[in-house]
């Protein structure tokens, strides 16, 4: 799959529902992951794998691909100390991303509105009420929700079935390719949200950032 670039008027979406990741989406909460991503690989000596490498992954997934390339490496254990080392660096604050209580303020109340994260349900919510969106969402899921997360589709299928639509009405917001991989199989349509161009990301349509999506309503044409 190409990694279509978005024009200057940005996206413009149709959709019975839209369902958007948090972590680096909504909030600004990626580079802390990435961050402790990096000192645990350069703690085991992995200096020459990129940390980006790793973005979007839940601690689970993160803690086998770091066992793939060091079999001395307890997953379980690994996933504890990620998850334990991340709840702290949250804890200082964390900025909401430009455009997103714009955005789901626009949304909210015209189209049902969800989250799916491969983030624990403690740190998701605690993020999104610090950043004042949680009471613009109808449904938050959570890493503790699915059997498999991110880039599995679990996630968004789960998303749209409590919303109660078709996937295949959905629109998904996504700035890592583990998480437009989800989507895409869910079969919903893809809007990429990344400023960076060195992420590629599997998305129907790309934009640099929240201020260039706006929905169009369904029956308005």
Do not use: F, I
């Amino acid at each position: 799959m190409l990694d279509p670039a978005a024009g200057p008027a940005g996206a413009v979406v149709d959709a019975a529902a839209v369902v958007v990741d948090c972590d680096g989406l909504l909030v600004d909460s990626e580079g802390a992951w990435l961050d402790l991503v990096r000192e645990v690989l350069d703690e085991r000596g992995l200096h020459a794998v990129p940390a980006a490498d790793l973005r979007g992954l839940s601690a689970a997934d993160t803690a086998r691909r770091v066992r793939a390339l060091d079999p001395t490496v307890d997953a379980d254990l690994l996933v504890r100390h990620l998850d334990t080392r991340y709840s702290a660096a949250l804890r200082s604050g964390v900025p909401r991303m430009p455009g997103a209580l714009e955005l789901l303020g626009a949304l909210h109340g015209v189209v049902p509105l969800a989250v799916a994260s491969n983030g624990t349900r403690t740190d998701v919510t605690a993020l999104l009420r610090d950043a004042e969106l949680l009471d613009l969402l109808e449904v938050v899921v959570a890493v503790e929700d699915v059997a498999r997360p991110k880039p599995a589709p679990d996630p968004y299928l789960l998303a749209a079935s409590r919303l109660g639509v078709d996937p295949a009405s959905c629109v998904a917001l996504e700035d890592s390719a583990a998480g437009a991989t989800a989507a895409r199989a869910a079969g919903m349509t893809v809007v990429g949200v990344n400023a960076d161009p060195r992420v590629v990301l599997p998305s129907h349509l790309r934009v640099t950032g929240l201020d260039l999506v706006g929905l169009e309503q369904r029956g308005s044409r």
